[in-house]
């Protein structure tokens, strides 16, 4: 996830999760600049400086501890490329937030709940994972099922290494199935992306795919099978009652997102995990978002890789973000 203070940029990884101000343990692994030997960036060296500082913008890694214990890696892009220290001034950060595993639901859990909604100018939600319903992908229908609540037990693990032995384990029936092509994982979860050549994938790889929390995939595993966008089931009903005092897990209303809150979203007709019928669910919760503080965007033959490798996003999406962004500068 990469943080950024300000209002024009480019958009240059994965997930872009924007703050300036923390309400989380925050430490600082990096600096910005170049590496002072001049070699190049290794992956070693972090996001930042494989991904970031090449293209001449500052960048700063940073370590988030949540309350729940969970450590996450962050960068954070403190201003544009030769924009200078802007004289201090403080800018109100932007969220841009694509997908699954880099949850968009966490965003749109968190504006229902009227949680960061105060420290953001504005948000942008590409492939955005609400409701998982018409999900199509059939490794992720049957991962899905396999996620029952037991598996954290299961594993041993509460971090989901998609690299790991144990995930790997956990993956080799499911690959058995006749209708999974595990050959072409890529393909296989995220749909038939139109737009990706090979040296952006192996770029891509350096980096990804990153581990989650075992419980994330269980709870995104409950959203299929139920069709509820709801909180984590404990199963139990003790559990439950003690994190939520209910017997059953409350749902998120997405219709208490502020109407007023400016959201650009972009989806695609390909995209088998964020499939088009799930999107139009989540829209339909924002029909009565102010009109001028909504933007809605679909891109007919984009999957869900194509946001984040597409070598044609920047002038299909990225751009239309960036001028969403500046439109909202002066609102």
């Known amino acids: ?33 170049k590496k002072p030997n001049g070699a190049y960036p290794s992956l070693a060296d972090g996001i930042c400086a494989t991904s970031v500082i090449v293209h001449g913008y500052k960048c700063q890694e940073l370590q988030v501890t949540t309350k729940d214990g969970y450590i996450l890696s962050l960068q954070r892009i403190p201003e544009g490329r030769g924009e200078g220290s802007n004289g201090g001034t403080r800018k109100q950060p932007v969220i841009l937030q694509h997908g699954v595993l880099v949850g968009t639901l966490i965003a749109l859990a968190s504006f229902s709940e009227r949680k960061l909604v105060n420290q953001l100018k ?47 384990a956990f993956l080799k029936p499911l690959c058995a199935d006749p209708g999974v092509d595990c050959f ?11 737009c990706l050549n090979s040296s952006t994938i192996d770029r891509f790889l350096m980096n990804e795919p990153q581990s989650t929390s075992t419980k994330n995939m269980v709870h995104l595993a409950q959203i299929v099978r139920h069709g509820v966008l709801a909180k984590f089931n404990y199963i139990r009903p003790d559990f439950n009652i003690m994190h939520y005092g209910e017997i059953f897990p409350p749902i998120y209303n997405l219709s208490n997102i502020p109407h007023d809150l400016p959201l650009f979203i972009s989806y695609g007709g390909k995209d088998a995990l964020s499939d ?56």
């Open 1 to 33: 996830m990469v943080l950024l203070g300000l209002m024009k940029f480019s958009v240059l990884s994965l997930c872009f999760l924007v703050l300036t101000t923390f309400p989380f343990q925050v430490s600082s692994h990096g600096s910005f600049g």
């Open 122 to 168: 504005s948000a942008a939600l590409l492939s955005p994972i609400a409701y998982l319903s018409h999900m199509n992908t059939a490794l992720g229908v049957i991962a899905a099922k396999s996620f029952i609540g037991e598996i954290t037990t299961l594993l041993g693990l509460a971090e989901f290494n998609p690299k790991s032995l144990p995930v790997e």
């Open 184 to 194: 072409d994982l890529l393909t296989e979860l995220t749909g038939k992306n139109c």
């Open 276 to 331: 088009v019928r799930d999107v139009q669910n989540l829209l339909d919760r924002l029909k009565f978002h102010d009109v001028d503080k909504r933007s809605i965007q679909f891109v007919k033959d984009y999957a869900h890789a194509d946001y984040i490798m597409g070598f044609n996003a920047k002038d299909i999406v990225y751009n239309s973000v960036i001028s969403f962004f500046n439109g909202q500068v002066n609102n």
